[in-house]
Nanobody, 122 residues
Framework: VQLQASGGGSVQAGGSLALSCVAS????????PGWFRQAPGKEHEFVAT????????YYADSVKGRFTISSDNAKNTVYLQMNSLKPEDTAVYYC????????????????RGKGTLVTVSS
C-alpha cells in the first residue's frame, strides 16, 4: 500500500490549508487513517486520526478545535482541514494507516506515506 499526501504549501498565520491523502488500494476501511507531522529538528508527532468506520476524529491537544480529519473510503482518501494555522504548525505532514486506534507511535504504524510540507509564516 502506498499513501500519497498532497495539498501542502505556504500560508500566513490565521490562514487555512486542506490536505488530502490517497491510498494506492483499499486501505482505510481496514486500517484507521491518520496524520502525523515532523517539524524541523523534532521527532514525528501525532496530529489526528479517525476510525476506519468513520465517526468523530481524535486529535492532539495542540490542534484540537482547529483541525478536522475526515475520510471517504469509496475514494480511498483521507483529508485534513487545517484552520487558524500558527507558525508552530510548520512541518512536513504525513499520512498514515494503522490497525490500532488511537494510532501507534510513528515507528510502529502499519503504513506510512510520503509527506507534504506546510509552512506557516507570522
Amino acid at each position: 500500500v502506498q499513501l500519497q499526501a498532497s495539498g501542502g504549501g505556504s500560508v500566513q498565520a490565521g490562514g487555512s490549508l486542506a490536505l488530502s491523502c490517497v491510498a494506492s488500494q483499499r486501505t482505510f476501511d481496514r486500517y484507521n487513517p491518520g496524520w502525523f507531522r515532523q517539524a524541523p529538528g523534532k521527532e514525528h508527532e501525532f496530529v489526528a486520526t479517525i476510525r476506519r468506520s468513520g465517526g468523530s476524529g481524535y486529535y492532539a491537544d495542540s490542534v484540537k478545535g482547529r483541525f478536522t480529519i475526515s475520510s471517504d473510503n469509496a475514494k480511498n482518501t483521507v483529508y485534513l482541514q487545517m484552520n487558524s494555522l500558527k507558525p508552530e504548525d510548520t512541518a512536513v505532514y504525513y499520512c498514515a494507516a494503522d490497525r490500532s486506534f488511537p494510532a501507534n507511535a510513528w515507528g510502529g504504524l502499519d503504513y506510512r506515506g510520503k509527506g507534504t510540507l506546510v509552512t506557516v509564516s507570522s
